[in-house]
């Protein structure tokens, strides 16, 4: 993690380039994770691509069910130079899960993209190839969010193969 | 359930899309010449697991390769969510069930760094021996696969003798030869058994020059070589942008090891050389995995050799169950005991992300906690998944015999793509 006088200048950075895209600065042990909004979130990887965190590591979807808004995406970036990881995390709702896909400028988070679409619905405006990876393509619904629940796949047997759904058409 | 009539059901958008599919609508050109789209897999030898592949070829040239994934997804990540945090540590290990101790070093990594446990060092040592081993035992099992791939079955029956001398040695010290559930949130359930460091320091007597035969036996091969040598490389650049990592990066020549770099579980004490290779072609490819084998060993003798006494799993009651003994004569242990068995542990909220250097590239952990015993969101960021996307830019404009050995190099392993 960065020490306070690097993150006090990368957050400066972020305001630099806009103004209002930091919302907050989250330091648990280990790790820093600067919160930023949805719309501004490729040009704030840009902001510490140039800073020195040229490595999109990883991209994860979270659902912070109960707590609003619900969703949510992390961006782990690495600087190989310093050896030193940083976060950028951003909420979105349920209701307008849109938000920027980073895969045009950033290859390596095309998969998990494309995962976070397909376990939480998250809709990446932008993502080249935006369809399920894990799940069946005419799967219904977002199998990691919070409230899905879980055991609710009916079995299929001789006696119940007209009534469970989807699976002869 | 209510019956549904299958006559007055909608379609879903994806059959209609699958309806309106003919044949002669498929059929793709370039120029004047017609492309050939194959299907490849998911069940197909060379895939390695339920891999499939969507190759569009030109003749026998591959333009273009689209792999899709899915087919062993098992919904572990939903599953370990459903669990206390030491309970979810055997579903985690069964993602990439080729390399399960990283699994549960990166898992628990996560949840110790949230709860801010000191490891004793004995644990880390005994971490850092069983992840040698298990990166070993991996390796051992991509070359043995691979050269079956290309032709060269002997090497498979001799990789997986020595893999099967690592079982033995992780059936001793855990009880399980897979799947071993040793690594716990704190250090290590137990210490190891009488006799184990005796039985690993023969293996490692024995290992290098194995390793060597095994490459005397691909690298004078010349069918091996043929479809190995300068076939697919990548440069670092590309290689990076799509996130590769982990030896298919330091065959391209990029010398970044996580166990170097940003060392966890006292790898710094240890002196041990990163294999590189020059072209990243799948010659390299393989080279570079045939050399970690043997610095695995320099790493297991040397931490064998300084293995320090003392426990191997934190002494915080909160986190790790108290020794049987004690049980019988102290009340407070048995409360321990108790809530620890039925609630399991309470994590502090936050969220923690914990990479390390995996067999395939770099193995990350995220784990969210809400602050009850269960975890709110256990993510593996797997090298698999990632490294996967390279796969398509190496392979275009490569025959598909190439591509087969390409995959192979790439060792993919869908356990871990699909969790």
Known sequence: MPDAATLERLVGALKASDAESVIDTVETPGRVAIEVKPESIVGSLEVLRAAGYEFLASVHGVDYYPNEPRLGVDYELLSREACDRIALTLRVSTEDPHLPSVTPAWPCANNQEREAFDMFGLIFDGHPDLRRILMPEDYEGHPQRRDFPIGGEPV????NEHSVPRWFE | MSTVDPAARELSAYRKMEESITISETTEFEGDRELLTL??????PATHGVLRLLVTLDGEVIRRLQPIYGYLHTGIEKTAEQKSYWKAIPVVERMDYVSYYFNAMAYCGAVETLLEVEIPKRAQYLRVIHMELNRIMSHLVFLGTSALDLGAISVWWYCFRERETLL???????????????????????????????QVRKFCAIMPERADIYGD????????????????????????EYGVTGPL????????????????SSYEEFDFQIPV??????????????????????????????????PTITDDRKIALPPRHELATSM???????????????VPAGEAYYPIEGARGELGCFVRSDGSSKPARVHMRDPSLVNMQAAPAATEGWLIADMLATVAMFDPIIGGIDR
Request: hydrophobic letters at 35%; one cysteine or more; glycine letters at 8%.
């Open chain 1, 156 to 159: 299929l047997f001789t006696h």
């Open chain 2, 39 to 44: 299907n490849l897999g998911p069940h197909h």
């Open chain 2, 168 to 198: 033995d040695l992780f059936e001793m010290s855990s009880g399980q030869r897979m799947h071993t559930r040793y690594f716990q949130i704190g250090g290590v359930i137990e210490d190891i058994p009488d006799g184990w460091i005796e």
């Open chain 2, 217 to 240: 036996l691909l690298n004078k091969n010349e069918i091996f070589l043929q479809r190995q040598r300068d076939v697919c490389p990548l440069p670092v650049e590309k290689l990076r």
């Open chain 2, 249 to 264: 990066l330091r065959a391209a020549g990029d010398p970044w090891d996580l166990r170097k770099t940003m060392p966890y």
């Open chain 2, 277 to 310: 290779g020059t072209k990243g072609d799948n010659y390299d490819r393989y080279q570079v995995r045939l050399a970690e084998v043997k610095e695995s060993i320099k790493i297991i003798v040397q931490a064998l050799d300084n293995l320090p006494d003392g």
């Open chain 2, 332 to 346: 407070e242990a048995l409360i321990h005991h108790f809530k620890l068995v039925t609630e399991g542990m309470r």
